[in-house]
């Protein structure tokens, strides 16, 4: 068997497309563009790149794009009065805090200072307890779960009383993602690095997602024939071809899971597009929420 390529580039051209005819609409109809602000704290160089692509994406769509960019040493009560400031501003409709900050401040803190209703990220808990309840339609749901589920319906999977496998219990992916699955009626498991002989659960799953953050963990006989397999994960490793150089690779081994797979996302070019084109479509949402 060779598995499908799930290419998540294309399907974020395509959400990008349909935010961006909606922003038109927006714009028509209450005379201002949907406004995203993004602040940074520090110059990690990652993060400082993966900030400006989110403000060039919002410009590309006609949106109002903005980044904050803070020194490292700002403190928590600047940054807090950064938040609530933007909170007040209605021409702001997204806010996104990008993470990790530095040690001194509190990134709980943050979270919970962000008007939920402009919360883009979906971490506040007033938008992680909707999904928990079963009402995603009230929230704004994190951008790599919305994009992982996307993704399943390229694929075509049915989900109902689908045996789901979920590898990794973070705030920002594992669990919304188990809820977005759960809502859908799969049968969900979360696995962690705890749960026992977790190559044999992997095996059971009609739906494979791995989000741990580990180069090539899951192998291709972790994978059972014909599963949906969804990598999450981006790790930078050394590049044995190229001496010197590295690589992007995800959590799962592509070529080995690729033989067994009915449907799988490649790293990168799969979750990764996706996750900011959700950003966009979560921006467009609060915004339209907000003009009632």
Known sequence: MTARVLNGKELAEQVRATVRAGVADFVKAHGRAPGLDVIIVGEDAASVVYTRNKEKAALEVGMRGNLHRLPAQTGEAELLAIILRLNDDPSVDGILVQLPLPKHIDSDKVILAIDPSKDVDGFHPVNAGQLAIGRADRALV???????????????????????????????????????????????????????????????????????????????????????????GINRVSDSANPGKTRLVGDVAYDEAAERAGAITPVPGGVGPLTIACLLENTLLSAKRRAG
């Open 142 to 232: 994190p951008c790599t779960p919305r994009g992982c589920m996307k993704l399943l319906a390229l694929a075509g999977t049915p989900l109902a009383g689908a045996r789901a496998v979920v590898i990794g219990r973070s705030n920002i992916v594992g669990k919304p993602v188990a809820q977005l699955l759960l809502a859908e009626h799969a049968t969900v498991t979360i696995a962690h690095s705890r749960t026992r002989d977790l190559p044999a659960v992997c095996r059971e799953a009609d739906v494979l997602i791995a989000a741990v953050g580990k180069p090539e963990m899951v192998r291709g006989d972790w994978v059972k024939a014909g599963a949906v397999v969804i990598d999450v």
